[in-house]
Nanobody, 120 residues
Framework: QVQLVESGGGLVQAGGSLRLSCAAS????????MGWFRQAPGKEREFVGA???????VYADAVKGRFTISRDNAKSTVYLQMNSLKPEDTAVYYC??????????????WGQGTQVTVAS
């Protein structure tokens, strides 16, 4: 019954910024860790970062220092702030719930994804 809906994707220029949102419903958001993943055409879905119930965060090396994950439990929403975007960041971005690992197999619930395109 858990539903996750991503939003905020779009087309941006290299070096620009974008903030993605993931709204959760049908579950206990405040008791769940959340993850962000991305998938480029022809590539496997890869880990971006995750945030715990207590707002502890971890990030993939490729985005560390540029991306920031936060959460607002009152709004049942997780955010992915992306700065200094690069063309290689182009992908469909997904939020996930039900786990805390760094692989897709560690999570049980997924959003539909939102497209992020970074122009060179």
């Amino acid at each position: 019954q858990v539903q996750l809906v991503e939003s905020g994707g779009g087309l941006v220029q290299a070096g620009g910024s974008l903030r993605l949102s993931c709204a959760a419903s049908g579950g206990t958001f405040s008791s769940s860790a959340m993850g962000w993943f991305r998938q480029a055409p022809g590539k496997e879905r890869e880990f971006v970062g995750a945030i715990s119930l207590g707002s502890m965060t971890v990030y993939a090396d490729a985005v560390k220092g540029r991306f920031t994950i936060s959460r607002d439990n009152a709004k049942s929403t997780v955010y992915l702030q992306m700065n200094s975007l690069k063309p290689e960041d182009t992908a469909v971005y997904y939020c996930a719930a039900g786990g805390w690992g760094q692989t897709t197999y560690d999570y049980g619930y997924w959003g539909q994804g939102t497209q992020v395109t970074v122009a060179s």
